[in-house]
């Protein structure tokens, strides 16, 4: 009986051929590849020639082709579209994937071969990019451990394993708590909520099998509860149940596994003869050591906090006047700053939605892409992996450039948050890969489906992530799309949700959902001149959860992670009405792997470039000005990680910005 994931796939495009696949595929399709990518590195690391580039790091970058299409279907459905038996596989096969990684980089004899390449790099005559993957992959293995012998390497084979083990139980913890809890509402209980909210509330309800409506943990449910509810009680259980997520007791609590994660991150960085896991995060960085964040996320905390104070006597002087002789609670910033939102701009949730639908939205992206990078966009009808996701063939100039995978609303099976992947990435080694490109998100279903202006930014940044991946154009592989710095790879998602705010774009398809009409002028510009409001809270609760992170692996472990980020949010001066966007027992970023740990400052640190990227295109007067596009294009989208991620602005923008754009772009130069 064949396999489909190992066979050849004769689809359009060569896309997976979902419907054929079973969960009962994927064991044995691993195991394959798992095989062929051991056959292959031995074929490398024994070849009797001489080592040259294309005989070893070349064909390196070839080794796993079977291994990563597996994986990426694989990984791909685990992430959106979870079941009992992908998380037993992914706890199965995460420690038998560290295995063979630590298998590749502790080979002496593949190693030796690319030591003695490093060491005669000068007279290979190397192309820019081959001298570029050569660094790259001498480095990587040096820090995977490569120089190591004996007990050491051996310590450090099983670090790497048990984390691997520990950040897929995090995940699955965090999915379980957010899969299983929701909160039940009485007709009675929807009064103040706007009919978007008690439509998806009720379609929530249908999802978990109930009569009634709901709110789930899904970001895109309990934030506009959190906004609209005037039931104090209600906002403060659904609150509560958001900021447990991964601290209940039980089988799915966090807190031990962060603990030990982060004693075997520390225990690598010493084995490694680094002074902490940050200062060996980092060394790969823009920002190079743990200092250069620490001033930057204290540059911009000061004044966050300034503005969060001042914001806090307002909302608690409108607690008040409720009658609630209370302090300013976590559940009640949201509620109130709405409401104040309304009275100084007179902007409400509820009369913007209309005007976001997501059809409309994913339109909006498609065609600002199309002005500034000539793409097009067809609609597939192609069989996918779940009926909610949807894909197009995105070409230029009549040639094929990707297939992009659209899949926007929450479920059950489906992990929180949002984020962009890559099925396929784009490489030229062994012909002209066309990459296959994700977008998740976890929106509240509807009918239509209307977001708020904060979905649709989501919408725009995960987007910005897709054209990285699909504008690639480089030779390997392993330095296409955002294989780039980790504080790097944030610039053109985030540089890409400007042009949300252009208003022809908003003019041309920000339209009611209703009536086809566009948004008024009026509504329009009252939105844009509210674009940094609530912006000290933003901030706070973002700078927070990054010093968090950045304390937790810039020195000794801490025994108690809990205990630990009190301490800093204590030292900090965190306002006590605000919460960190994500608390330790439900920060997958930074521990459901180690892309983001030591790294959730990234985000900040690629809004210093986007925020200054974007003035780029303002300072021509053009906001799809063709040659700043082609040079973004050129300098920043299509070059992968070919050149250092520094060397990369600066020939876009001609030099490095400064913190006063990103504090100018949050209105925070001067406090209200």
């Known amino acids: 009986m ?61 080794a796993d082709d079977l291994l990563d299409r597996v994986a990426g279907v694989f990984y791909n459905l685990s992430g959106a579209d979870a079941n009992p038996v992908r998380d037993a596989l992914q706890r199965e096969f995460a420690p038998k994937l560290s295995a063979y990684a630590s298998e590749i980089t502790n080979n002496a004899v593949l190693f030796s071969r690319i030591d003695d390449l490093w060491q005669r790099r000068d007279e290979l005559d190397l192309t820019d ?81 109930q009569d009634g409506p709901v709110i789930t943990l899904s970001r895109s449910l309990i934030v506009p509860f959190l906004q609209f509810s005037p039931r104090r009680d209600l906002r403060e259980r659904a609150y509560r149940a958001w900021a447990a997520r991964g601290a209940n007791g039980g089988a799915t609590d966090n807190r031990a596994l962060s603990a030990e994660i982060l004693a075997l991150r520390a225990e690598r960085a010493a084995l490694l003869g680094y002074e902490s896991f940050a200062a060996y995060k980092l060394e790969t960085e823009m920002a190079g050591h743990p200092q250069a964040v620490r001033d ?35 559940w009640d910033w949201r509620y109130y700053a709405e409401k104040r939102r309304l009275a100084e701009h007179d902007l409400d949730d509820a009369e913007l939605k209309p005007y976001f639908q997501l059809d409309a939205m994913i339109d909006a992206a498609f065609d600002s892409a199309s002005r500034l990078f000539g793409l097009a966009f067809r609609p597939l009808d192609v069989d996918l992996y779940h009926p ?203 521990f459901s792997g180690d892309g983001y740990s030591a790294g959730y400052y990234s985000y900040m640190w690629s809004e210093v470039m986007d925020a200054d990227a974007f003035a780029a295109f303002e300072e021509v007067g053009d906001p799809f000005d063709p040659k700043t596009a082609a040079r973004l294009e050129r300098f920043i989208l299509s070059a992968g990680g070919s050149r250092e991620a520094d060397e990369l602005y600066t020939a876009f923008r001609g030099r490095m910005p400064g913190v006063e754009a990103l504090l100018k772009g949050r209105g925070l130069d001067r406090v209200a």
Request: proline share 5%; net charge negative; aromatic share 8%.
């Open 388 to 590: 909610d996701a949807r894909a197009w063939a995105v070409t230029r100039d009549d040639h094929h450039v990707a297939v992009f995978i659209g899949d926007y609303f929450a479920r059950g099976s489906k992990r929180s948050g949002a984020w962009c992947s890559a099925i396929r990435s784009q490489r030229k080694l062994g012909g002209d890969v066309r990459p296959i490109v994700v977008n998740v998100c976890n929106f509240a279903k509807g009918n239509p489906c209307l977001l708020s202006y904060d979905d649709a930014r989501t919408l725009f940044h995960e987007f910005g992530h897709a054209l990285h991946q699909m504008l690639s154009n480089v030779t390997y592989g392993s330095i296409s799309g955002t294989s780039v710095a980790r504080d790097f790879v944030e610039l053109p998602s985030q540089l890409y949700e400007h042009w949300l705010e252009v208003p022809e774009v908003l003019d041309r398809h920000a339209r009611h959902a209703v009536t086809g009409a566009p948004i008024p002028a009026d509504l329009r510009d009252r939105l844009l001149a509210a674009r940094t409001y609530d912006m000290g809270f933003q901030t706070v609760e973002y700078v927070a959860s990054a010093l968090v992170d950045l304390d937790f692996h810039d020195g000794p472990a801490p025994a108690d992670p809990m205990a630990a980020e009190a301490a800093t949010l204590a030292r900090i001066g965190m306002p006590a009405a605000i919460g960190m966007r994500h608390a330790t027992p439900h920060f997958a970023h930074v």
């Open 129 to 209: 990019e081959e001298m570029r993957v050569l660094a790259l992959t001498h480095r990587a293995f040096l820090r995977a451990g490569a120089a190591l012998e004996g007990a050491a390497r051996d310590r450090l084979t099983e670090v790497k394993s048990r984390l691997a083990v520990l950040g897929t139980a995090f995940t699955q913890n965090l999915l379980a708590d957010e899969r299983d809890w929701f909160m039940g509402l009485a007709e009675a209980d929807l009064e103040g909520l706007p009919d978007f909210l008690v439509a998806a509330a009720r379609e929530a309800g249908r999802e978990k099998g």
């Open 2 to 62: 064949t396999n489909p994931l190992l066979e050849a796939w004769n689809t359009e495009f060569a896309l997976p051929p979902f419907a054929q696949i079973t969960d009962e595929d994927f064991r044995p399709a691993l195991e394959a590849a798992l095989a062929e990518g051991r056959a292959g590195v031995a074929a490398i690391a024994e070849n009797p020639e001489p080592a040259s580039f294309a005989n070893t790091i070349a064909a390196l970058e070839m």
């Open 296 to 330: 930057l996320l204290m540059a911009v905390w000061e004044p966050a906090r300034a503005q969060a104070d001042v914001d806090a006597a307002r909302l608690t002087h409108m607690l008040h006047a409720d009658g609630i002789n209370d302090a300013l609670a976590p």
